[in-house]
Every structure is written in structure tokens, then in C-alpha cells.
Nanobody, 126 residues
Framework: QVQLAESGGGLVPPGGSLTLSCATS????????IGWFRQAPGKQREGVSC????????TYGDSYKGRFTVSRDNAKNTVFLQMDSLQPGDPAAYYC???????????????????WGVGTLVTVSS
């Protein structure tokens, strides 16, 4: 059974940075796609970024390219999301998710994944 646990959310001022962590268990990260999604109140869930494969191939939603960076530490079974230049439009619940890779990150960011964490809240305020 794949389990995911996010951490690192909190309050950050506009323009600030935050790093989220997703601790995983039950998944070989070389063969599972791990994605980050977010959902703001009253809005649809959005795919943020995804990492997959032995080469740590990454994919980003258009709104996040250049500001967010996803990375992975296989030894710690953990995936990270570095978020820079956070803006008032960024507050949301951020979720990590996993799927055994069959279709690639772009597909998973569009339609979602099989396993989900419970999420961590990010607030941007001065």
C-alpha cells in the first residue's frame, strides 16, 4: 500500500519561499510518478508538478514553470517542492500524489493519480 505524507506548509510573506516535503512509503520511486497538486477554496484542483523515472524527469504546469522546482531523494523516499516568489494567488492546500508510471507526468497532472496525501496548507500574507 502506497502512503504519502506532506509537510512544510505554513505562512509566508509575498515574494517569499517555502519547501514542501512528501514522505512516501510502499513505492519504488524509480517506477512511480510523484506529483504535486493544489486546490484553493472554491477552485478546481490544479496539477503543479511531477517527477518520474530513474532520470528524475520533471514536468510543470504552465503557471509554475520558473517559480517551482520539484526534486526527489530516493534514499529518503521523499519528494520536495521548492516554491519561490510566492504570490497572493498561491495560497491553497497542496497535495502530493503517486501513481505507478504508465502514462507519463503530463497525463497524470491532467487527470490525477491513484494515491493521495492529506495535504498541507500554504498561506501567503504579509
Amino acid at each position: 500500500q502506497v502512503q504519502l505524507a506532506e509537510s512544510g506548509g505554513g505562512l509566508v510573506p509575498p515574494g517569499g519561499s517555502l519547501t514542501l516535503s512528501c514522505a512516501t512509503s510502499g513505492a519504488n520511486l524509480d517506477y512511480y510518478a510523484i506529483g504535486w497538486f493544489r486546490q484553493a477554496p472554491g477552485k478546481q484542483r490544479e496539477g503543479v508538478s511531477c517527477i518520474v523515472g530513474r532520470d528524475h524527469e520533471t514536468t510543470y504546469g504552465d503557471s509554475y514553470k520558473g517559480r517551482f522546482t520539484v526534486s526527489r531523494d530516493n534514499a529518503k523516499n521523499t519528494v520536495f517542492l521548492q516554491m519561490d516568489s510566492l504570490q497572493p494567488g498561491d495560497p491553497a492546500a497542496y497535495y502530493c500524489a503517486a501513481a505507478k508510471d504508465r502514462y507519463g507526468c503530463s497525463w497524470y497532472l491532467s487527470v490525477g493519480m491513484e494515491y493521495w496525501g492529506v495535504g498541507t496548507l500554504v498561506t501567503v500574507s504579509s
